[in-house]
């Protein structure tokens, strides 16, 4: 059964002030894995996908990186607007084409403050 | 630019009522799927539609059932509703293509109370 954890479940931040959040993962062959974003009220929102160990993919003041067993969003200079949950999932090998499911992890909620 | 669209936004139930939560798609994908997100729990999979006219059960169908209409819409039925059921649903779908790198798109969800 796939596996995604989660850490901190929540963070606080003061603004510029740079950190990381953590998702462990334990799959029986990594297709995938998925970083959304998700706001108040809203449903997440698509950020990054990597497929390989040592892959890095970056969007304005986040990257994030992927190893073996666990995956890392880097928050850089963090400002006020980053402020949501970030959620990870993974996608199975045996879950691609018509059988694409994801499992999530419960997600980091990040506070920055001015 | 619609992608996934849900109604209702908002639903007070009581125990034992039945209703529909309705989800259409605007970016002609095959597969669509729902989920379910509670506090602590993380987003669970319902059930799932890989492509039109097939559905299958996901981590938690229990008390769900669900339509696939055609290959823009797909329902999700709660028959008698149960105050467990208090929740917050998202509809999702996806290309279908046998390509990774292709997420999943979501809408910003229905939020159930049952009293």
């Known amino acids: 059964e796939d596996q995604v954890t989660q850490s901190p479940e929540a963070l606080r931040l003061q603004e510029g002030e740079s950190s990381s959040l953590n998702c462990s993962y334990t799959v029986s062959g990594l297709r995938g894995l998925f970083w959304y974003r998700q706001d108040p009220g809203k449903g997440p929102e698509f950020l990054f996908t990597?497929?390989?160990a040592g892959e890095e993919k970056e969007k304005e003041r986040l990257k994030a990186t992927l190893t073996k067993k666990e995956s890392f969003l880097h928050i850089t200079a963090p400002k006020p607007e980053d402020s949501a949950t970030y959620l990870c999932?993974?996608?199975?090998?045996?879950?691609?084409?018509?059988?694409?499911?994801?499992?999530f992890g419960k997600g980091t909620l990040l506070t920055v403050n001015p | 630019n619609a992608g996934v669209t849900q109604t209702p936004k908002f639903q007070v139930l009581k125990t034992g009522q039945s209703m529909t939560l309705q989800c259409a798609q605007d970016?002609?994908?095959?597969?669509m799927y729902w989920y379910r997100q509670d506090p602590g729990m993380g987003l669970r999979l319902i059930y799932y539609s890989a492509s039109e006219g097939t559905t299958d059960k996901g981590e938690v169908p229990n008390g769900y059932n669900v339509s696939r209409l055609n290959k823009r819409e797909f329902s999700l039925r709660l028959e008698s509703a149960a105050p467990s059921q208090t929740s917050v649903y998202f509809c999702a779908s996806h290309s279908g293509l046998i390509r990774g790198d292709q997420p999943q798109h979501f809408g910003d969800g229905t939020r159930l109370s049952i009293l």
């Open positions: 990597l497929y390989s």
């Open positions: 999932a993974v996608q199975n090998l045996d879950s691609g084409g018509s059988n694409y499911k994801l499992t």
């Open positions: 970016m002609n994908h095959n597969s």
